[in-house]
């Protein structure tokens, strides 16, 4: 039977730098994984080559027993594969509707329909009330949850999450780990997060991906790999703890 | 389908359509011949920037080397009326095609290249240039010699082969500028409209989000250069010379984008309304420099010149959305 | 047809090509350090290219003895520009700083047409027909004198940016912005700097041109094409590139011009820059992008 997603022997470099480095791990379906290390381990990278931005140097990725590696962006998300940005990339002209029909029309071609699963999706977000605005007009938490909504509204299968929760509040995180709690429980979304802030990564993941260095430096519960010595080695260095 | 195109607007915006399109049917009826050619210049601009607007506008794409398509469906329906008897309406069945095609080229070696932004402007003028040169040079059509269509004496419009009053050809372009407006509007709220503004707003979050954006590219610049096209055979038909020097080159390029630039790239009214601003303002300037005795060629040039320095650097966004504000005209869409 | 033409032809081109070079580096300096596409470049050099004949037809001064006036005047003129206009849009679109320029070369050319009128002038110069002849060689010699000033201003910019500590803040800025910032270096004012030196540049190289070719004001918009074509061809952000694409550029017009019909030059000039667009967008000595 094959895997979910199977990342197996990717690598990545960049000019001189090896970003990411022989990795290989497995996603099963349903859950939600977490993908942590200290800045420069590769992570955001790790993403990229996931999503198509470019292709891996080596290795193979499949998505749903497929490959998926080597396909552009926009083929890898029409199999189901949503994302979001680090740095949140909104169409800032187009209102925070627009924003999500663009993303609905993707599987349903009628504008009329695709707007109203937009609307829909903006509910469940929790932001539909400010659905008129403009996407450049809204405050970053709110751009965070409308790049979730607009990735939401293609209908992954699988969604890579880069660091949403970078910059919101303790309570801004709740609201939106409930959420994404919520998202995997009822629709069975898989999601695969970039995350820094330990808060939603302890609440949210079954699983825990650490990297340093482009390489796989531990992997297991959350309640293991956050006593691993070496992933506490990676972060603060070698002293005593 | 008809009521969907004006859904969203207030009702102080359709009351002025009406007023608008009343007056501008009206018009030749109580203006002088001097100045129905001057309308029939505003609408002509009004037309291109429309369908340049398309590519700019909607899908982000600076096109410097409209004049081709000009020029393409000029030279190829008139060919085929002085050498075959071909009339226009027939000829446009080649013509179109032709025009799409070569946008379809320059799209392609644009897109799939990841040619983008300035580099695609300076391909455009490009191929602009190459095919100036090269009709300079294609005995064919008589190279730089320039190609005349037949004058005859009419006492009538004949609208099949184009030949007839100047009227013919104001309520030809009038239609031509409401259908193309009709027709950008119809876009912007379909789905390819939706997914251009978003491959506008920011190419690789609209990959992300599923969108083939060479695909939609490529459909921005063929319906762009198709729609094109046909303002260069009413341009052919209604002047009745063409010389590769003036219809390729980049001058004409440059008058295409000054209408949408001024009026607001990318907005609905913008072409239209930066037609009548500039050519207006511009026949206004020739009329008082000639009434005053000086001769200047290229004074209008400088006008343009300065026109677009100061929109770009006041109002960038062009004067129709500053004029809506005012208006009151706001609305859910551009 | 024999050989010594086309050799002689193909001499004259790469002569050519090299005050080709010297403009396109203009250009190349601008973008490579202020990130902004100069679509007045070939204009800037028709207004040099007019004061020259000016010049000449007023007090009969070789355009090559007002080699480092006119480059000052136009120094002076890139410099206002840049601060005054240009650097207000440092920040906003691409497209928006290109159409800023459009204006700019639009009324740059038409201002001359109304002041020059549409003929084409040109400069005689005691020596316009002389020719110097080395073995099968007959070179010219206005042409063989505007290379070799090509040459020697190039090599003047080259030391500048290599030698000066000047030059070297200027190629930190190209380099990294911020750290350039942080460094404390007055960025607008170096950005004028560069800016005022590629317009400096292109003021030279219309010097130099002006004993080869004739002036008319609509050469400005044909110039700025050529040059784009040659940095592109070149490598954008190289100067050795600006260079060899100027001298691979007047190479071919050359030769096109002698197998072909001269007027059709330029095409072969546009047909590389699609090939070099679709196989070797980054030019031929320029870095692939990260």
């Not at chain 1, 990342?7 to 000019?15: E, L, P, Q």
């Not at chain 2, 303002?231 to 052919?236: D, E, I, R, S, T």
């Not at chain 3, 007023?58 to 480059?71: G, K, R, S, T, Y």
């Not at chain 3, 206009?85 to 159409?99: D, G, K, M, S, Y």
Request: aromatic fraction near 10%; proline fraction near 4%.
């Amino acid at each position: 039977m094959s895997a979910f997603l199977k990342v197996d022997g990717i690598s990545k470099r960049f000019r001189g730098l090896i970003a990411v480095d022989r990795l290989s791990f497995e996603v099963p379906q349903g859950g939600i994984y977490a993908v942590i290390g200290p800045n420069g381990a590769g992570k955001t990278t790790l993403f990229n080559t996931i999503a198509g931005v470019y292709p891996p140097e080596g290795g193979e990725i499949e998505f749903l027993g497929e490959r998926i590696d080597g396909l552009r962006e926009d083929e890898i998300c029409r199999r189901g594969v949503g994302r979001t940005f680090q740095i949140v990339r909104p169409f800032p002209a187009l209102t925070v509707e627009e924003n999500v029909t663009v993303g609905a029309l993707l599987r349903h071609h009628h504008v009329a329909d695709a707007r109203r699963r937009a609307v829909a999706i903006l509910e469940r977000l929790d932001i539909a009330d400010k659905r008129t605005q403009r996407a450049s007009a809204l405050t970053l938490p709110d751009r965070k949850r409308l790049e979730v909504a607009r990735a939401l509204a293609t209908e992954p299968k699988l969604l890579l999450l880069d660091e949403v929760m970078a910059g919101l509040r303790p309570t801004e995180t709740d609201r939106l780990v409930g959420i994404l709690r919520e998202i995997n429980r009822e629709a069975g979304l898989t999601i695969l997060l970039i995350e820094h802030v330990m808060r939603a990564v302890m609440a949210l993941a079954a699983r825990i991906l650490v990297l340093h260095h482009g390489a796989a430096i531990a992997e297991g519960a959350p309640e293991e790999v956050v006593r691993d010595p070496a992933v506490i080695h990676s972060y603060l260095g070698a002293e005593e703890v | 389908m008809i009521a969907r195109l004006f859904e969203g607007l207030p009702p102080r915006a359709l009351i002025l359509l009406a007023v608008l399109f009343a007056a501008a049917l009206a018009a030749p009826l109580i203006a002088s011949d001097y100045l129905l050619t001057v309308l029939i210049l505003i609408f002509y601009f009004a037309y291109l920037g429309q369908a340049w607007n398309i590519m700019m506008g909607f899908a982000g794409q600076l096109s410097l080397g409209h004049a081709l398509y000009v020029g393409l469906g000029a030279y190829v329906t008139a060919s085929l009326f002085v050498f075959f008897g071909v009339a226009p309406w027939i000829g446009l069945l080649a013509a179109v095609p032709i025009a799409g095609l070569a946008g379809a080229f320059i799209g392609f070696l644009a897109f799939r290249f990841r040619v983008g932004g300035v580099y695609f402007a300076i391909l455009t003028i490009a191929v602009a240039e190459f095919a100036r040169l090269g009709f300079d040079h294609l005995s064919w059509t008589n190279g730089s010699a320039g190609l005349f269509l037949p004058v005859k004496q009419y006492a009538s419009n004949d609208l099949w082969t184009l030949r007839g009053h100047p009227v013919m050809f104001y309520y030809l372009l009038l239609a031509a500028s409401i259908f193309a407006l009709v027709v950008c509007r119809a876009l912007l709220k379909s789905r390819i409209g939706y997914f251009w503004l978003a491959i506008r707003e920011d190419e690789q979050a609209a990959r992300a989000a599923g969108i083939d954006t060479f695909h939609y590219k490529m459909l921005a610049v063929v319906i762009s250069a198709a729609m094109t096209s046909f303002a260069g055979v009413l341009y052919a038909f209604y002047y009745n010379n063409l010389f590769p020097e003036q219809v390729f080159h980049i001058s004409r390029s440059i008058e295409i984008i000054l209408a949408p630039i001024v009026g607001g790239v990318g907005t609905l009214f913008g072409p239209i309304l930066g037609a009548f601003i500039l050519t207006g303002l511009a026949e206004t300037l020739t009329t008082a420099l000639a009434a005053a005795g000086i001769d200047m060629p290229g004074a209008k040039q400088v006008f343009y010149g300065v026109c677009l320095l100061l929109v770009i650097v006041a109002l960038p966004d062009g004067v129709w959305p500053w004029l809506k504000a005012r208006l009151g005209l706001k609305e859910t869409q551009p | 047809m024999p050989f010594s033409i086309y050799l002689n032809v193909a001499v004259g081109g790469v002569l050519t090509g090299l005050v080709y070079g010297l403009m396109a580096l203009g250009l190349s300096v601008i973008f490579g350090v202020v990130r902004v596409v100069n679509f007045a470049h070939g204009e800037m050099m028709t207004v040099a290219m007019y004061i020259a004949i000016t010049l000449f037809a007023a007090f009969q001064l070789d355009p090559l003895v007002m080699l480092v006036p006119i480059a000052a005047v136009l120094f002076v003129f890139g410099y206002a520009l840049q601060k005054g206009l240009i650097n207000a849009f440092i920040t906003r679109p691409e497209h928006t700083q290109f159409l800023l320029l459009v204006a700019i070369a639009t009324i740059l050319v038409n201002v001359l047409l109304i002041v020059f009128g549409p003929d084409a002038r040109s400069v005689q110069v005691s020596y316009a027909f002389d020719s110097f002849e080395i073995g099968p060689l007959i070179v010219d010699a206005t042409k063989l004198y505007a290379a070799l000033a090509a040459v020697a201003v190039t090599a003047l910019l080259f030391a500048f940016f290599q030698y000066t500590a000047l030059g070297t803040a200027i190629r930190a800025c190209a380099d990294n912005y911020t750290g350039a910032l942080v460094v404390g270096l007055d960025v607008k004012h170096l950005y004028a700097l560069t800016f005022g030196l590629g317009a400096a540049c292109v003021g030279a190289a219309g010097v130099m041109l002006v004993l080869i070719a004739d002036v008319t004001p609509a050469i400005g918009p044909a110039y700025t094409l050529l040059a784009f074509v040659i940095v592109i061809t070149g490598g954008l952000g190289s100067m050795p590139g600006a260079l060899l694409g100027g001298v691979l550029i007047g190479l071919t017009e050359a030769m096109a011009g002698l197998l072909f019909t001269p007027s059709a030059k330029s095409m072969f000039a546009f047909a590389i820059l699609v090939l070099v667009l679709l196989f070797r967008p980054q030019g031929i000595l320029g870095k692939r992008p990260a």
